[in-house]
């Protein structure tokens, strides 16, 4: 599965090759392929150093090149190419104070941070496995390369990609691996933001997420964590992959307190995601007739409540109420968003203008009121969706 990746990038093996350097792929991608899981993207390392790398390509961007990696983009496709490398020192348990370049495979194997992503391929796939990588992967076992408390200590992210890997693939962690977890989980307090939000978000959406939550949970790791150790996490529950958004969403929905997004630094299209699902899933239990039910798939979109509605289940278990059965169900949200006689404010047949002409009265904010008012008229069939029949509805049914 997933060789033909492999054999794309091949070229760029060759060509570092012809150039007496040496090449091999390594990483994600080995250890899915060794699984024989699906490959997405292919990193290589090589005995070529960045500037070495940039002369034998024609196009290559810089993306990180003091730590070493070089982005080689070859018939429209880019590689991440980067430098053997060992590290220096760690100050703060986070990211080495500097990185050097080496000239050996095993030493660049050696500084990477679980044996199952220490493996190294060349292109005629030929492995290269001085950690017993392969037998942890037969084993289904995460295990640090080397010690595991000193490897933690260096860089204490390697704690959650730990529990991200288990997520994604089921494996157990090796003993000496998660005792030193244990040891060492209040030095993810030192890390940056963005680094353990990247995990996180291949964690909550791995499919063997449910265990991985519940390690994550007795290691306390969340206690240590900006916005996370605000809530009561022992009271969450999460049994099956779910999106990053859906997550918080929950999060915030069980939560008693006014939690602020801010400090993760999400963009603001995951904020407003993260918005609409905790209200998808506080006002789901309170849709208890057809015309609110009607103006709910109007306001959040059918594509987003069935998102919520498909995991109800878990809204149970984190004991988050859910809508009755009778009103709220796959179909029912379907037919729903069938009949809606429109999808957004645009297309209602008044504007503010309109109302403002007919009843001759000054601008304020009545008028909001009563455009949301005649959209939910609409929206419930009480009026049809032509300007003279909304001003006669208006006249008739709503105090100005
Ligand atoms: P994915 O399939 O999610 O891409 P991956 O194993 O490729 O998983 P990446 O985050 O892409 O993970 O990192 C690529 C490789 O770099 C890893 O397989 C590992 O060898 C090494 N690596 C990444 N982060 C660290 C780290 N914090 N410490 C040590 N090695 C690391
Ligand atoms: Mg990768």
Same mark, same amino acid.
């Given at each position: 599965m997933g060789i033909e990746l492999f054999e794309k990038a091949q070229p760029i093996l060759e060509t570092i090759e012809d150039n007496e350097f040496k090449a091999y792929f390594v990483g994600g991608s080995v250890r899915d392929y060794l699984m024989d899981r699906a490959i997405h993207d292919i990193d290589i390392t090589t005995s070529a150093t960045p500037d070495e790398v940039e002369e034998m390509f024609d196009k290559t961007i810089p993306i990180g090149k003091e730590h070493g990696t070089i982005n080689v983009v070859y018939n429209n496709e880019n590689y991440e190419v980067t430098t053997f490398r060992a590290e220096a020192e760690y100050l703060d348990?986070?990211?080495?104070s500097e990185v050097y370049f080496v000239r050996d495979l095993k030493e660049d194997l050696q500084r990477r941070d679980f044996t199952i992503n220490a493996i190294a391929m060349d292109r005629y796939y030929k492995v290269y496995d001085y950690f017993d990588g392969q037998r942890d992967i037969n084993q289904q076992r995460i295990r640090t390369v080397g010690n595991a408390q000193e490897r933690f200590s260096e860089d204490a992210l390697r704690i959650i990609r730990g529990l991200r890997f288990q997520a994604q693939l089921g494996f157990s962690l090796d003993e000496a691996t998660y005792s030193a977890m244990q040891d060492q989980?209040?030095?993810? !307090?030192?890390?940056s933001i963005e680094r353990i939000i990247v995990e996180f978000k291949k964690l909550i959406k791995g499919k063997n997420v449910s265990q991985s939550y519940r390690n994550s949970l007795n290691l306390s790791l969340?206690?240590?964590v900006p916005f996370f150790?605000?809530?009561?996490?022992? !009271?969450t529950t999460i049994t099956m992959p779910i999106s990053f958004e859906i997550w918080l969403a929950i999060l915030m929905a069980k939560s008693q307190s006014e939690l602020s997004l801010a400090i993760l630094k999400l963009s603001n299209k995951e904020k407003s995601m993260i918005q609409l699902y905790k209200k998808i899933i506080l006002e789901l239990p309170n849709v208890n007739s057809k015309d609110a039910f009607r103006i709910f798939v109007y306001d959040y979109g059918e594509q987003n409540i069935l998102e919520i509605f498909s995991i109800q289940s878990l809204l149970t278990l984190n004991n988050l109420a859910i809508s009755s059965p009778l009103i709220v169900n796959a179909k029912s949200i379907n037919e729903v968003a069938q009949q809606l006689p429109i999808h957004e404010r645009k297309e209602m047949n008044i504007n503010g203008g309109d109302l403002l002409n007919y009843f001759h009265k000054k601008s304020g904010p009545w008028l909001k009121e009563v455009l949301r008012e005649i959209e939910c008229a609409i929206i419930t069939n009480?009026?049809?969706?032509?300007k003279k029949e909304i001003l006669e509805w208006v006249k008739d049914n709503v105090k100005i």
């Open positions: 348990h986070r990211r080495p989980i209040a030095d993810i !307090e030192h890390l969340f206690d240590y150790k605000e809530i009561d996490m022992s !009271e009480k009026v049809q969706n032509v």
